[in-house]
């Protein structure tokens, strides 16, 4: 940083007639020097296709010079911040016109339906070569899936991102399905042959996220392939929805490398759950949504962090007791069930847990450590019993709570308040009570009166009263 002496901003001055003030020098503020445009064309080409389509488009007003980079920039083409415009004819006028190479092509199903045809023509196009990400998918709701057209097997030695949803796979391409840069690949219910998916696998060696989906429909949903589950030792991400894993098969299988596991409407029995988690050794993130087939379920995982369950009312074999056993990392447990919820949730070592939600009256048990809550007639009656050793993550480790269908009546203060008195570094309690019931300000502050802030452990923690969704609050670490 240089010093500018006095002789010297004179000498600036006097250059400026009439006092005019020198051109600002570049940097943040307004009129500064436009450095962006030094930058080589290479560069700028890059930062323009990592932009929306429509922004991309926009900068073509800035100068000749950006005009002719939009032009030659490798191309990002898909419906983010296009809105209405986007049709086919827009598609077609714009691989027509690009000189420059694909980077990612994606269509929606609003403007495919079931034209292969069209698909396949614009796949073919060299505005496309060299694509790294493609995402198609035909409309839903036709019977007969469309055929994946021919010409995109022709990105198979570029493309990193692949998602293909609802058409057919041809049954003669296995021996082509080759994709040795493909990361992340997902199916949304495409009609596949297991020797064909499982070809598919075998051919994708760099593979590191998988996602396999069919459509919400009647359940239990389609299987998974038993082979293809043998080909995903390596992946660290999988999504499974809408399926069911059939018995004894997961035991078969080992995933070392898996960080990240959702389960999401899917049906697999309670041995198959916990056997499949135990052949993750390393899984850092899980989430159950509404799946069923098991009433049980234990976690015992050295690493896992995170876990979400959510579940509906009407399984009869849904969750009914979670216990975390030994989960010396676990830092997040998000279990949200229906109003009428009678789940046992005992936390017998969780060290490090900062965020625990959501609790309802109705869950028929509580532990936590040593201590024991137990309500009895839909929340008339809680009684708390407990020894004189301390729990851990009350005591350095939990930071968030929520407590759902909060009353106000003496049982839920008294458990509430317990958290209140005992919870050594609790820096949030957020008491979610029925947005029908008519609450006012000295209601409020009555409820925090008899909760005992005073008494509060933690000087920090701040206690909230609403009646909103609790998954931001919980995602928020």
């Known amino acids: 940083m240089g010093v500018v002496t006095r002789a010297q901003a004179k000498r600036r001055k006097s250059h400026h007639p009439d006092g005019e003030k020198p051109p600002p020098r570049g940097g943040r503020g307004a009129g500064g020097a436009d450095l962006i445009s030094l930058l080589p064309d290479e560069i700028m080409g890059s930062i323009i296709s990592l932009l929306p389509t429509e922004q991309g488009a926009r900068t073509q007003i800035l100068s000749s010079r950006w005009r002719s980079l939009w032009r030659s920039a490798p191309l990002n083409l ?145 299987q998974v392939p038993p082979s293809v589950l043998h080909f995903l030792s390596n992946i660290r991400i999988a999504e ?96 949200q069930g229906p109003y009428e919820d009678n789940m046992h949730i005992s936390i017998i070592s969780a060290p490090k847990l900062k965020i625990l939600g959501r609790l309802a009256d109705n869950i028929s048990r509580l532990e936590l450590g040593t201590t024991i809550f137990k309500t009895h007639i839909a929340g008339k009656n809680t009684q708390r019993h407990c020894s004189q050793g301390r729990i851990e993550c009350l005591d350095h480790h939990l930071k968030k709570l929520w407590i759902s269908y909060y009353s106000g009546k003496r049982p839920h203060v008294e458990f509430a308040k317990f958290f209140v008195l005992n919870a050594g570094v609790l820096e949030s309690l957020v008491l979610d009570f029925d947005p029908d019931k008519k609450v006012s300000g000295r209601w409020i502050e009555n409820q925090r009166r008899q909760l005992r802030p005073e008494k509060r452990t933690s000087i920090g923690a701040q206690i909230d009263f609403t009646f909103r969704d609790c998954s931001s609050y919980l995602h928020d670490g």
């Not at 894993?245 to 198959?272: D, Y």
Request: glycine content about 8%; aromatic content about 10%.
């Open 240 to 335: 499974f929805g809408s399926c069911q894993f059939p018995k004894g098969i997961v035991h078969q299988v080992h995933f070392p490398n898996l960080r990240s596991l959702v389960l999401e409407t899917v049906t697999i029995s309670e041995g198959s759950l916990h056997a499949m988690l135990s052949g993750c050794p390393a899984l850092n993130s899980l989430t159950l949504g509404y799946s069923c087939g098991f009433r049980q379920f234990k976690i015992n995982s050295l690493k896992l962090k995170y876990v979400e369950m959510y579940f509906r009312g009407s399984h009869a074999d849904r969750l009914q007791e979670l216990i975390v056993e030994n989960a010396p990392c676990l830092e997040t447990l998000h279990h």
């Open 78 to 222: 898909g419906t983010s911040g296009i809105g209405g415009i986007f049709s086919k004819a827009v598609v077609s006028r714009i691989l027509s016109e690009h000189q420059g190479v694909g980077r990612r092509f994606s269509v929606p199903p609003f403007i495919l339906a079931d034209d292969s045809a069209t698909l396949d023509g614009w796949l073919r196009s060299p505005a496309l070569d060299h694509l790294q990400e493609l995402d198609f998918s035909f409309h839903p709701f036709i019977l007969s899936r469309p055929l994946m057209p021919h010409s995109a097997l022709r990105f198979s030695s570029t493309l990193r991102v692949a998602a293909f949803g609802f058409c057919k796979f041809p049954d003669n391409a296995a021996h082509q399905l080759q994709f040795p840069n493909l990361q992340h690949l997902a199916l949304t219910s495409v009609t596949i042959s297991e020797e064909t998916l499982r070809a598919m696998l075998a051919g994708c060696p760099a593979l590191d996220k998988f996602v396999l989906r069919y459509i919400l429909g009647s359940s239990p949903g389609p």
